[in-house]
């Protein structure tokens, strides 16, 4: 909570010096719309994200099973987790320096730049050093879902949307079905199996592709 503090108070500066702006240009104040994007953001994420993990399992002789031993108090501490994950995340690459970006360089160069770092930064989050492939799959995957984040800030000119959508995957890939670095959580595959092949390829290739081929018709409908 103490690093989210002091990026506010690092973009506060960084808005104030950069562009004689204050916070409220990354959208912070409710409205209606930006509540709006939020519920669809948040929704298109988690169920996005719970089609490709019950997909992992669909097609071969493996299920989900609940985890019997985890407890509301362990459910709450992961939540909050995953919460202030989310938002050190969001203000970092989708705050002041992204708004900063988008007035410099317009949008489509400040949206690449920010799923660049996104994708390094992950390097050192899955501390992924030393392994090419994985670097590079790391990369892909990430600066993928990080260009879409970018996108939809530079689009609602607002930080909800990105929040929500990075909240809506992160809370159902870690704390519905144990992906993540908190270990076992609502969900675990009852048994070792996975997929193989072409079907593996395919729905991996659904969880790079899938929510931010969904965020991109949905600008081009509302557009």
Known sequence: ?????????????????????????????????????????????????????????????????LNKQLTFSAVLISLWWVVKSVLFEELLFRGALLYLAIEKWGAVKACILSAICFGIYHWFSYNAFGNPFQMGIIFVMTGIFGWMLAVSFAKTRSIYFPIALHLGWNLVNIIVFSNGPLGRQLFMKANESHLEGIPSLLVFLFQIFALPLLVYSYFKLKK
């Open 1 to 65: 909570m103490i690093g989210i503090i002091i990026e506010l108070i690092i973009s506060w500066i960084l808005l104030k010096f950069g562009a004689k702006k204050d916070l409220s240009v990354l959208g912070f104040k409710p409205s209606q719309r930006r509540l709006i994007h939020w519920c669809i953001g948040f929704l298109l994420a988690a169920a996005v994200c719970s089609l490709y993990h019950i997909m992992t399992t669909a097609f071969i002789g493996n299920s989900w099973i």
